[in-house]
């Protein structure tokens, strides 16, 4: 059983920072790919970043790139996003989530486990 457990989020300004973090359980971490999906009142979950194995492919939202950075520390089982230059528009419940398909990285439905979120409330 995988379990992954984000942490980080919280209340900031437009123009601010915050650091998420995603903890996963097991030995098989640094087998997957991982991805962040956020989820904001109203709307559909979407894509936010993702990464491969081994952390030397990474991919973004058109929405985030330029301003987020995904990363991982395989030997600490542990994904990161670095937000900066926060909008309003990046309110939301960040999840982190194993990739256990192969299917698209942009598709939700390829992630087999899931994180409970953590909220990201970002004030203009």
């Known amino acids: 059983q995988v379990q992954l457990v984000e942490s980080g989020g919280g209340l900031v300004q437009a123009g601010g920072s915050l650091r998420l973090s995603c903890a996963a359980s097991g030995r098989t971490f640094s087998s997957y790919a991982m991805g962040w999906f956020r989820q904001a009142p109203g709307k559909e979950r979407e894509f936010v970043a993702a990464?491969?194995?081994?952390?030397?492919?990474?991919y973004y939202a058109d929405s985030v790139k330029g301003r987020f950075t995904i990363s991982r520390d395989n030997a600490k089982n542990t994904m990161y996003l670095q937000m900066n230059s926060l909008k309003p528009e990046d309110t939301a419940v960040y999840y982190c989530a194993r990739r256990g398909a192969m299917g698209a990285m942009i598709n939700g439905n390829e992630y087999d486990y899931w994180g409970q979120g953590t909220q990201v409330t970002v004030s203009s």
């Open positions: 990464i491969n194995w081994s952390g030397g492919s990474r």
